[in-house]
């Protein structure tokens, strides 16, 4: 099965070896995003504002990909703090809707450019 490259001007250019996205298939795999505002490709500040926007990035990707983010089967999310978890899942409410895709939360030590939440995203298309 070829793979398909996926890339997008509305979220960050990819700052190493790997793609926004790489679609086989119907299915989508779509990196890790942080809260690099895809414009500046610098970090937005605070908890919330980083969520959101590592959730806008990664609905740039999805539709990129000719997906949404309704597509999701599987979410990873990596926290510094696992303290901010309730946070999150009120970010997401703004973007998932029932049913949920399948989640895991990871506390990490420390993410790229300091920060402090990032996640990436499976999706099945069709």
Known sequence: M?????????????????SQAV?????VYLSGQIGLDPVSMQMVE????????????LK???????????????LTIYLTDLGNFAKVNEVMARYF??????RAAVGVKEL???AVV???AILVIG
């Open 60 to 74: 740039a990707v999805a539709e990129a990909s000719g997906g949404s983010l309704a597509d999701a089967v599987k």
């Open 46 to 57: 605070g908890f919330e504002a980083q969520t959101v926007r590592v959730f806008e990035n």
């Open 97 to 102: 809707a029932e049913p949920y895709p399948a």
């Open 23 to 27: 679609k086989a298939g119907n299915t």
């Open 2 to 18: 070829p793979k398909q490259i996926i890339a997008t001007p509305n979220a960050p250019a990819a700052i190493g070896t790997y």
């Open 112 to 114: 790229p450019r300091g």
């Open 118 to 120: 990032e996640a990436d």
